[in-house]
């Protein structure tokens, strides 16, 4: 599943954040050749990364980042509507209800067709997260000769304005269609019916295993329904055994021993 990470979880992933920054710097400055970025210690951040901000994340079978993205809300501003409006001729481009996508990168490792699941997997979080915050739109900009392979994505995109020039190229600005119907549609179109975004609750002490926890998750909510019933059995039976104190006449045990307050 896709990582939803946000401000209340975030203490679950201090270093896949960590990790996530470091592979920004990796794709956009040492791949992309992008020069106005801000880079601190190895890992690239600027003004838009705030505890605001939601980040989507994947896994490769190592636990490295396979996949990442960043939804900004667009409420007080985005990268878009503050440095490039002038790309935007049908807005808005921020206000209420409206996210930014920016910072998507897949790995080195997994791009080409074959690994066209893993993008469609996060394509679809990124909408499945944007329908459950009642989102209005969702807009970004991206290099001119890139813009043609998202009609590849499994999103409904269209251009927002024509191309201009900028510091690394030419760049396009862009809405995907993100509301319920939109995302029905687009399980369907990709072949994925199952829901592809996890988000873990805030009240996980740190340290906890969220990946285990994600896939454990998934295999109940995504089961294939011929295997659902088996399924839901086992894991109805395993916690209706299990017993967190373990035996119980120890406990009570000790507890007659206890002194009196």
């Given amino acids: 599943m896709i990582h939803l990470i946000n401000a209340a979880n975030r203490h679950l992933y201090t270093a896949v954040l960590d990790q996530m920054h470091r592979a920004r710097t990796d794709h956009f ?3 992309r050749g992008w020069t106005n970025l801000a880079v601190q210690s190895g890992q690239e951040l600027d003004e838009y990364d705030t505890d605001e901000t939601l980040y989507l994340v994947g896994f490769d079978e190592k636990g ?7 939804l900004i809300p667009a409420d007080r501003g985005c990268v878009l509507s503050d440095h490039f409006a002038h790309l935007v001729e049908e807005g808005p481009a921020s206000g209420p209800g409206v996210f930014e996508l920016s910072r998507y990168f897949a790995s080195p490792a997994l791009r080409g067709r074959q690994h066209f699941p893993v993008k469609a997997s996060m394509n679809l979080a990124v909408i499945e997260a944007l329908v459950e915050r009642g989102a ?15 009609r590849y994505s499994g999103w409904r995109v ?13 760049a396009a600005a862009f809405e995907i269609a993100c509301r319920p119907a939109d995302l029905e549609e687009m399980r369907e ?9 996890f988000e ?23 089961v294939p329904s011929a295997l659902s019933t088996p399924a839901l059995e086992a894991v109805s039976r395993t916690v209706r055994d299990w017993r967190p104190q373990g035996d119980l006449e120890p406990l009570f045990a000790r507890l007659g021993e206890r002194a009196a307050a």
């Fill in 29 to 31: 400055v040492g791949e």
């Fill in 64 to 70: 490295g980042i396979a996949v990442s993205a960043r």
């Fill in 136 to 150: 209005s739109r969702l807009v970004g900009f991206t290099d001119l000769h890139l813009l043609g392979t998202l």
């Fill in 158 to 170: 269209r251009p927002i304005g024509l191309p201009a020039a900028y510091d690394e190229g030419t």
């Fill in 189 to 197: 179109a990709v072949q994925l019916p199952g829901r592809q975004l």
């Fill in 200 to 222: 873990a609750p805030s009240w996980l002490p740190r340290g906890c295993d969220v990946r285990t926890l994600a896939d454990a998750t998934s295999l109940v909510i995504n």
